[in-house]
């Protein structure tokens, strides 16, 4: 129950902010504010979960912060706000936490937490400069096991990068460099979990990495995103962020949850490449051999792992024409064969099983020695240098995080499938990796996110918010439900926006467009009658599902469309906003055609976009092997594939595309959907019906 000082320092903080800002409180956020307080401080954990559909223009950020932050401090727990892009996560952290925390009157401290790879390793750093000055740079191998052979402009970079880190101007956070780091060059930069030595390394109090994890442990509130809460999830929690059970979870932009999940559990293994990996490894050990050989505890270990990938090898060597087979006779131009229920057959079963057996007793051999080098880091008495340690041990790093890849494949093949669980999707492909290299990918992946956010995330934590503008799917939670295991004991609430929609935005279907599955007429409609759509003097955002379909539109507008036109692909996303917003600044006219990316999470206010066109009804792309194997399921129990699963994500793709056109409480516009389905096809008005009640034109 929500203790009557708690209420009080939420109400008195929402009127300074109010007040700091000469605003008036919005019905929707005082809703959201006080639903989540009440759900965070209920007695019973099975329903401290809400679950907030937030309209654009609610104030979400502050209605979360506002609730989520006393309650968090009267329990001694930690806030983690994880968001689904980078942008907002700047937002977060330079802008609105401060905002709000500074008008309140609060004293909260937050941190920013990011992945290991997004900070620079200042030992591979050194590393790095002394293989240039050497001029020995060639011997050099890092993680991908590519010779290390910069450039005279990467050398630059790289000497730049030390005297900034050194003389305090950068803090070694990639993001924070005021210029773009070419990815090669990061690579060599950077180590993962199993490449560094930690405590032992003789950087480690001027890490960057373990800095920035350093403010953790005094923080009220960490803003992160959702692929680091998931990372730390497969490390059994508490691993990165602190224990779930100790944490209020905030996800925001709530709609990506499930699918980052599902891609996050998948695995993947490339045969030819892991050969080809496993095949350097006698080569590595052998130069490492004359540098230990005072040390019999590590020279006797190394052939034993020689011999362990050479046994990998041979079972990989088995594989390649146990799935060739499937890949023979296929007449798909994806060139992929998924295998039906998730089921692989008990040959591969079989296989998979000796895979999985032999590369889970290969690393732990490879980990006893990692172990044994890192003790060796910190004995003044080794025979070894410390440069040589350090190298192999960074060497014996990266062997165990690619077979941590391998065995999370094989070991998800071995399995049974049972008639009662979700299956997985498992699938193999041909891979073109250039060159007339030719390779087979081998994927297994969970269909739904279900059980594994239910076990080990809603039933860990202390509390959580699920929040976004766009949760339900033609009406109701239900697809959010079955994406995320959200269970039934949740609070579900959707407030509305500050938006007068049927007052300031009209939604229009052309009742001369075509059917989005009418293809060549579709496309001749939208190439013929899009220059008349265009709004003068500002804005217009045009939305397609289909890259083909929209190159082709491209392709054949006139040349003075195509001049005030910018296509994506043609520049970066970023690149193509600015130019835009420049355009319509000078007081021209501005056309952006984009794809999904451009559908969610572009802001584009005022005159900035005064006109929406979308193409056609956001349906799946129906080759997508995930999306067939969750069909595939839906079907098997006695579902309606289309109904079930297409119709209800075509809505909320829908929502999201609509969402573009108002950003605040001034703008106005209008939505146009060039597709017939939604007056002809009895789905039409579920969609429509699904839509912010905008004034029609139809």
Known sequence: ??????????????????????????????????????????????????????????????????????????????????????????????????????????????????????????????????????????????????????????????????????????????????????????????????????????????????????????????????????????????????????????????????????????????????????????????????????????????PRIENGAKEIMDLLAVAYPLFQVYLDNIEDDRQLYRFPQGDVGEAIRDLAQNISSLTSRWMGRTEVLRDTLNEALSDRDYSVPIPDIELFYQQVGSWLTKSEGLLALWDRLKQQPVNEDIPLACWVRIDDTGAGNIDIAINASPIQATDILREQLWGCCYGAVITSATLRSLGTFNTLKRETGIPDSAQFLSVAGAFDYANVANLCVPNDCFEGNSIDQHTDYIADNLATMVEKKAGTLVLFSSKRQMDEVYDRLETDLQNISLVQGKYSNREMVRLHKERVDQGKTSVLIGLASFAEGVDLPGDYCKHVIIAKLPFMVPDDPLHEALSEWIEDKGGNSFFDIALPIASLRLIQACGRLLRTEKDTGTVSILDKRLLTKRYGGQLLDALPPFRRQF
């Open 1 to 302: 129950m929500l203790d009557d000082s708690i209420k009080e320092t939420i109400q008195q903080g929402y009127r300074q902010f109010l007040k700091s800002r000469d605003l008036n409180p919005r019905q929707g956020q005082k809703q959201m504010v006080a639903a989540i307080a009440n759900s965070l401080s209920n007695d019973d954990a099975d329903k401290r979960l809400a679950v907030i559909e937030a309209g654009t223009g609610t104030g979400k950020t502050v209605g979360y912060l506002l609730s989520a932050l006393p309650i968090a401090r009267s329990l001694d727990k930690t806030v983690v706000i994880a968001t689904g892009t980078i942008a907002l996560q700047e937002q977060l952290i330079l802008k609105d936490i401060p905002d709000l925390l500074d008008a309140c009157g609060w004293d909260h401290q937050v941190a920013l937490v990011k992945g290991r790879g997004r900070y620079i390793c200042n030992l591979r750093l050194e590393q790095c400069l002394d293989a240039i000055k050497s001029k020995e740079a060639g011997l050099f191998l890092f993680e991908d096991e590519l010779q290390f052979n910069p450039n005279d402009k990467s050398e630059d970079l790289f000497q730049e990068l030390s005297e900034s880190l050194e003389d305090g101007s950068w803090d070694g956070d990639r993001d924070a460099w005021d210029s773009r780091i070419p990815d090669a060059d990061w690579r060599a930069l950077t180590v993962d979990h199993r490449q560094c030595s930690g405590r032992r390394c003789q950087f480690v109090d001027q890490c960057p990495f373990f800095k920035a994890r350093g403010e953790l442990e005094e923080a009220a509130c960490i803003v992160a995103n959702h692929d680091l809460v998931m990372a730390d999830l497969a490390l059994g929690g508490g691993a990165i962020l602190p224990p779930a059970e100790d944490c209020i979870f905030i996800f925001d932009e709530g709609h990506r949850l499930g699918e980052t999940a599902i891609k996050h559990f998948g695995a993947q293994c490339r045969i030819n490449n892991t050969v080809n990996w496993l095949e350097r490894i006698p080569k590595q050990l052998k130069g490492q051999t004359p540098l230990f050989e005072k040390e019999t505890t590590i020279t006797e270990m190394l």
